[in-house]
């Protein structure tokens, strides 16, 4: 996905990581993105409670039931709060600074 919006910080042609949230109740969601952001991953947050589309996606096409759901390529996703799959995904983003 590429973010085309320079909120969050994101350039027009930056790669983004998408989180997929349920809102701020969701711990899970918090803790992805509170981490995500303190390693220095720049990630768009889509709320699937309000976007009908987004969670169609999410359930259907990926077939998640839980959040969040982070989404980084087609292929490099998952569910869950993984410290191990953010320490991952955040040493890749230093690799290619």
Not at 8 to 35: D, F, H, M, Q, W
Request: proline letters at 3%.
């Amino acid at each position: 996905m590429r973010a085309e919006t320079s909120t969050n910080g994101l350039r027009s042609t930056e790669r983004a990581v998408s989180v997929y949230t349920t809102g701020p109740e969701c711990i899970r969601c918090v803790l992805t993105k509170r981490v995500l952001a303190e390693k220095g991953v720049r990630f768009l947050e889509v709320d699937i409670r309000s976007n009908d589309a987004a969670r169609e996606y999410v359930v259907d096409d990926l077939g998640y039931t839980e959040a969040p759901v982070v989404v980084v390529t087609d292929e490099d996703h998952w569910c869950g709060f993984r410290p191990d799959r953010i320490d991952a995904l955040a040493d890749q983003h230093r690799s290619l600074r």
